[in-house]
């Protein structure tokens, strides 16, 4: 809860204006649900002072025990109450003080005492932070003051706490790197349970776990309206037809209903109906989206809005992935209706505005979407895993015998890889870290040595714990630095933070310069960061490995060698027995397609036949890990991808893991299993995708498949934003 107070350096004026302002406040919605607390001043506590001393006096205590402090300063008054004369210095000096403590909570909203010209004289530009409103007859003449509070007020809310609909606490985070959550919660949401808009549907984008439902549950709190939550993800025949009957009985709870009935209002959440699967039912005349289609025909007739309010709104949620996902006709046409509905009720019409890349509305006040962890910002999920924390803290004096308040923590490494190595996406997002917390506060109860109040490793849920152990290379926290031609440094990673999983195939996209090479050099061996550790099995990197293979941009084949030459080298300068090696180039010849060239010279092949030599002969040392640097960047369209399906084919057929950089954002959605996005140099890892296609379906016929495509359009999109957010960044600089 936010706390707000007041202090007035008046003689008369300053309760009259606290009492114009109070009034303004009284009715605000946050206030009115306790959220934003406005703290009475009171005369005894020395809130309305008259002179300079009195007010340092007591100012200091009030910002402590208050988030923010609003003041009404009359310039002209005494330094002390002894009989010294009114001075406007002294009411200078206290504006001045406010401006330099407003970080500290402490604001100027009203100064009087002089004229306005007076005012100016004294004070001129060099406060221009401080509001001035100066005393006049017009009605409402603190307005400006009062919407001044109100947005001083929500810029400082971190979290927002409230009730459930099951009548529990909750606590909603709001951190500036949130994206649009701090609007949705704290701009629109007034708007949401406005009596006469209340009829108006909602869309919301975003997959499950994202506080899709604790936002229905924030609107119906502060609506005090009945919340019911219409899962539309069903699973069997059983599960539809109740929901099929839930609906109707909706449908005609609707039709009864009356425009001003007095009854309590209510808020339906459909959760989920891009999910939906017409047919799920063994009857088809138990199609959910029939009773959905009128029940939205119906909203349409009540216009955009209802003075005398309306006793239902209907919340709708999608997951935000492409439309072109959505296999079934009906399903695409009741959102095209749905957005139809939004449009006539709001007299915005969402062809009016824009799409993002998965094709959804962007920038109507009714369509909100939810950022996922990796846009909220890493800050953003150290700051939830305090608030977890925190709550699992509470439970320790109820479980643990002679707990003295001792902090709950988390191991380095653990909390290492909870934030930066975890994809989150799909673990359920918030929910999967509230979860795996819950969890490993289970274990760690059951576990924990004496005098223990930190969770490790072995507290993990099994199957963090197994993808923990799945890894085989990491970057924790990399930073590297190149010395200038003329002194000083040059930054190329600033922060390099990401997990390999064993038998995967990652591709780093970036643009051209941005250090994706270097970060190959540092993971084989061949440069070392300036601040970090590089990792491989858990071991740091001190040098190159056997175990480790890099393919360089160039073929790097040896011309005085046959093609089985090249192949065998590796094997040979560690001095296996040709007996053991022999059948394994054999194999990988097959694999490569160059049985029949085995005896011809790097020069006689083609440049993809001498790329397929160059990757076997890697494969030859049987390698852990496979390095690939653009490998494919200098042939032509019909060898590069001929050489992907290559690449895709061996990686099922060997196991190998992969880290393969390539600037194509085709290439890199065709054959990876996830894609990390970096920024311009200084390079940061960014936006991680996890591609969904199975080996068997990666063909020529998955390149215009639409999923492909829209894939493919959000990578772009997300390098695109880290290249003008870059060059952004620069001009200002």
Same mark, same amino acid.
């Given at each position: ?15 009259? @204006? ?56 009359? $310039? ?83 979290? $927002? ?6 009548? +529990? ?52 709190? $502060?609506?005090?309206?009945? =919340? ?105 046409? =009741? @959102? ?31 369509? =909100? ?75 760690? $109860? ?132 040709? +007996? #053991? ?83 194509? @954002?085709?290439?890199?959605?065709? @054959? ?30 998955? #390149? ?22 870059? #060059? ?6």
């Amino acid at each position: 809860m936010l706390k707000l107070s007041f202090l007035s350096v008046e003689d008369e004026v300053g309760p009259e @204006i606290y009492r114009e302002i109070r009034s303004g406040l009284d009715d605000w919605l946050f206030v009115r649900k306790g959220l934003v607390e406005l703290d009475e001043p009171d005369d005894d506590a020395g809130r309305w002072v008259t002179n300079l001393a009195d007010w340092r006096r007591v100012v200091g205590d009030l910002v402590a025990e208050q988030d923010l402090v609003f003041c009404t300063v009359d $310039l002209s008054i005494p330094e002390d109450g002894n009989g010294s004369p009114p001075d406007p210095r002294n009411g200078l000096a206290i504006v001045h003080e406010i401006t330099a403590r407003s970080q500290d909570g402490l604001r100027c909203c009203v100064l009087t005492g002089l004229d306005s010209s007076e005012i100016e004289s004294v004070v001129g530009e060099a406060i221009p932070d401080v509001l001035f409103d100066f005393k006049s007859e017009a009605p409402n003449r603190y307005r400006n003051v009062v919407h001044s509070i109100k947005s001083q007020a929500l810029s400082l809310v971190r979290s $927002l706490r409230y009730f459930d609909s099951s009548g +529990a606490p909750k606590t909603v985070l709001l951190e500036e790197d949130s994206g649009k959550l701090r609007d949705h919660y704290l701009s629109r949401a007034p708007y949401y349970v406005e009596k006469s808009t209340w009829h108006v549907p909602t869309l919301l984008l975003g997959p499950p776990g994202l506080g899709r439902k604790s936002f229905v549950e924030f609107l119906s709190f $502060l609506a005090e309206a009945d =919340l019911r939550v219409v899962n539309l993800d069903l699973r069997s025949f059983l599960e539809n037809r109740r929901r099929y009957e839930e609906l109707c009985q909706l449908q005609q709870e609707l039709g009864a209903s009356r425009q001003g009935d007095n009854a309590r209002r209510t808020l339906v959440y459909f959760a989920d109906i891009d999910r939906y699967v017409p047919g799920v039912s063994g009857d088809q005349a138990e199609n959910c989206l029939w009773p959905l289609r009128e029940i939205l025909t119906a909203m349409q007739g009540l216009g955009s809005t209802q003075p005398e309010g309306f006793p239902f709104t209907f919340v709708f949620s999608v997951s935000g992935d492409s439309r072109l996902r959505i296999r079934s006709a009906e399903t695409r046409a =009741l @959102i095209q209706l749905l957005e139809d509905t939004i449009g006539i009720t709001t007299d915005f019409p969402l062809h009016h505005v824009a799409s993002d890349v998965n094709g959804w509305p962007v920038e109507h006040p009714r369509v =909100l979407a939810f950022p996922s962890i990796a846009r909220s910002g890493r800050s953003f999920l150290e700051r939830l895993l305090d608030l977890r924390l925190d709550e699992l803290r509470g439970r320790l004096s109820e479980q643990v015998p002679g707990y003295r308040g001792e902090s709950l923590t988390l191991a380095d490494d653990v909390l290492d890889f909870l934030l930066d190595k975890m994809d989150w996406s799909g673990a359920g997002n918030y929910r999967g870290v509230a979860s795996a917390l819950e969890k490993s506060f289970d274990r760690f $109860l059951d576990d924990r040595a004496r005098d223990q109040f930190e969770m490790t490793r072995a507290h993990l849920p099994e199957a963090l714990r197994t993808r923990l152990g799945r890894n085989i290379l990491s970057m924790d926290d990399v930073r590297l630095e190149f010395p200038a031609p003329k002194g000083g440094a040059i930054e190329v990673v600033r922060k390099a933070d990401f997990l390999v999983e064993e038998g995967e195939l990652l591709a780093v996209v970036g643009p051209s310069g941005c250090g994706k090479s270097t970060v190959l050099r540092m993971l084989a061996g061949l440069l070392f960061p300036t601040e970090g550790t590089v990792s491989f099995r858990g071991e740091p990197i001190t040098g190159p490995s056997s175990k480790i293979g890099f393919i360089f941009q160039d073929y790097s084949l040896f011309p005085w060698l046959t093609v089985r030459g090249n192949v065998e080298f590796g094997p040979r300068r560690r001095h296996e027995a040709p +007996a #053991r090696f022999a059948s394994r180039v054999d194999d990988l010849l097959d694999v490569a397609g160059l049985r029949g060239f085995e005896d011809a010279w790097p020069k006689q092949l083609s440049g993809g036949m001498q790329q397929r030599v160059a990757i076997i002969r890697a494969l030859a040392n049987e390698p852990d890990v496979l390095l690939m640097d653009e490998p494919f960047g200098a042939l032509d369209v019909q060898t590069r991808w001929h050489m992907q399906d290559f690449l895709v084919r061996t990686k099922d057929l060997t196991g190998k893991t992969i880290v393969f950089v390539t600037h194509d @954002i085709d290439e890199a959605v065709y @054959i990876a299993d996830r894609i990390y996005v970096t920024t311009p140099r200084p390079m940061t890892i960014g936006e991680e995708f996890k591609v969904p296609f199975a080996t068997e379906i990666r063909n020529d016929h998955l #390149r215009t498949d639409p999923v492909f495509v829209a894939l493919v359009n959000r990578v772009r999109s997300a390098l695109l934003t880290d290249i003008r957010g870059s #060059r952004a960044d620069g001009d200002k600089a």
